[in-house]
């Protein structure tokens, strides 16, 4: 084969974005989030980049993991899987601490806004970062989208959803960076919200994040939103915080103006419950984030829309395969996003492109994030982007900002490497627990 | 996009090949089948290969869907499946007769020994040759072979099972081609070809064709098998011919040595009442042949291989997504083949050295087909294909070969262009009528 495609090196460099005091039931993130930024570079000198959390376990496996890919061909993508394995296994040989040094821990831990945490997990999360890097410098190679290499798309645009925020003005600490939404906590503020998102990038649709004050409280700001958007779908997810009971009595008071209700309870056992009596489907970046705990909730009709994050599932191939999945059992299909910078964003628009079931508008929380990596931040145009048919990603990378965003993760003094909610409640209201779910 | 891989040309060959007189619980097939090369050529001047089903259903699809092609790129391979849909409809619109004719009938028919038939079926299959020849030629124009255009294959040889049949020494007809495989009508005749198979390809595994005597007769064979080959994977499959009575005394008098059954009863009702009761996976290439049957067969658990055939599934990137479903519900999963050639070979090799899931040898027909469209016939070592890395497929038309089953496609009455296996029974057996299922 070519030798030029083959990977001569990969630079992994975690950063640290600003994140503004947006609200879920666990609080407020700290107002600086980390991420790592993968980038391969072939032997025929073409670049790729990729995108993936940066927490210190992420890392823990990303550096053996790159440097096990060093001669490996970029489209050696099969075998992502295998090598992440080999290089948890030889990190836990050398006693590397964390998960990733866990090596054949398979253990789980079902809390945190991330759903299920596992060590086959986080090295999925690891080799999304690698594949869309991969994907990018062969389409960069080859001249060709990374839409057309996933086998074309069947869309030039994709949607996305505003999402809405229960927010403070400002973070407590007094360093933290500004912004000039202003705190959303009532109602008319959260439909304010909704205006501006509207009126800057055309968004049709609405989700609320929720969770956050008690369910009245966020029922009546859905009410304020229907009437302020007659017919426009809706979305409220309180992210599990809430108890059988009070699911299904939300369900019945917005059945009729929400597309779904979004992790309403946790787990599959009380969503199954919910399930049952809600009405209105149920979506879930929460019950089921990775494949094994597909069976057992589309068996028991856990879920009626499953919200795909190539993060989680290991990429923008098996983020393919979950919508062959999803396509198969007759379950809903979009798509969740968090906290990440426009190389993701471009991956979601590339894959979303070429997957025929996609039934709903994509989530999108690109436009809170004030900070970037690419060269040209994306542009929003009726709530929607135009699938770029530029080799790659179609993003380039801006190297001045990436070595700023690096630097301040090399001069934090660890507080903010890992993402600690509970830290950053603590700012705000010393003595802090992450409150018990379920929340009501 | 570079307009080189645009779709400039699409040519279609129906031909007819040899098979030689295998028996199967409905018979016999007539001394000639019917296949459909198919060719796409790109602006660039590359030509890529593909090869499915040549009956005239199938024909009357692929016409309307080559035309419609012309001026696609061959990377277009997700819009495949609404191309072949409105190729349908186009198709319906102009009164062609047969199920691509039916346009909108979606009715199925469960009979045959290609499990359901149904026109969205006949439509993958149909598909699947088209996909296979983009493939090819975008390897070609790439340089690149088609497993690394399925994300790179995980192993570098297939290996493959000997396929087992009862026969007679000759077709009935008497200007039906000759082989000197004698007939095999009862055990030691069955051991002797398996012989035959494991000295002249190297195959591990055997699988046996039955349904075609009494059960008893069938065990004795496979107990026969066991004995010439100790400790040797051994298959037997009836198409469906069993009650689930019998099929269960199969079961228990043959559980020790095989791996699997496979198909012994037809339907999921039956298969699911077999396999609670059969303590050994049964395996199926009848029960589910397409997407929508799997969710009730696996709620079942009907079935607990599956033999997957990218001619049923719709092509390599399908039968990779079916691959991700077995995976993801803990199900097997091998490869079926029937009557093909080289082409189609190829293509299963290429897409089964991609899947990790890959849990058994591969089934192989290819040796009992004497005639191909290749220059150079895949060889068989220690019953395993090596994986080609040659651009595209790794195959180059024989067109020499190629005129003359074309040829003899156009010179035939109309019998043989028609796959009816109860046609060539009656030169036979005058009288003869396919069996009702249950057979036993």
Known sequence: MDTSLTIAEV????????????LNTQGVHQPYTPRLIVEVVTRGGVSGVGETYGDGDYLAL?????????????????????????????AAGEGLSGAAGGGIDEGTDAGGLRGVR????????????????????????????????????????????????????????????????????????????ARRFADAYGFRSFKLKGGVFPPDEEI????????????QPLRL????????????????????????????????????????????????????????????AFARDAVQV???DHHYWGGLRNTRELA????T???????????????????????????????????????WQTEDVITRRHAFEDGCLTVPDAPGLGVELDRPALAALHRRWLDDDGTMRERDDAAAMRVAEPGWVTPAVPRW
Chains 1, 2 share one sequence.
């Open 11 to 22: 630079h992994l460099t975690p950063i640290l974005i600003a994140d503004p005091p947006l």
């Open 62 to 90: 990303a550096r053996p993991l790159a440097e096990s890919l060093i001669g490996h061909p970029v489209t050696d993508m099969n075998r992502l899987f295998s090598l992440a394995e080999a290089a948890e296994c030889a």
């Open 118 to 193: 596992s060590a086959a997990k986080l090295r999925l999360s690891v080799v999304s970062g690698f594949e869309v890097a991969c994907l990018d410098a062969l389409g960069k190679t080859l001249g060709l989208p990374v839409h057309t290499l996933l086998g074309g798309k069947v869309r030039d645009r994709v949607e996305y959803s505003a999402y809405l925020f229960y927010r403070w003005a400002a973070h407590p600490a007094p360093d933290a960076p500004k912004d000039d939404w202003g705190a959303a906590l009532d109602p008319p503020q959260i439909v304010a919200q």
């Open 220 to 231: 009546a700001a859905v009410r304020a939103l229907a009437a302020a958007f007659p017919g």
């Open 237 to 296: 997810d309180p992210n599990g915080a809430w108890s059988v009971e009070t699911s299904l009595r939300v369900a019945r008071e917005l059945g009729d103006v929400l597309e779904y209700l979004e992790d309403p309870a946790s787990g599959a056992d009380r969503m199954a419950e919910v399930a049952a009596g809600a009405g209105l489907p149920l979506a879930t970046n929460m019950c089921v984030t990775t494949f094994p705990e597909i069976r057992e």
């Open 306 to 308: 499953v919200l795909s």
């Open 324 to 327: 062959a999945i999803c396509r």
């Open 329 to 367: 059992f007759g379950v809903g299909l979009s798509m969740h996003s968090n906290t990440h910078l426009g190389i993701s964003l471009a991956a979601m628009t590339h894959v979303a492109a070429t997957v025929p079931n996609l039934d709903y508008a994509c989530d999108s929380h690109y436009p």
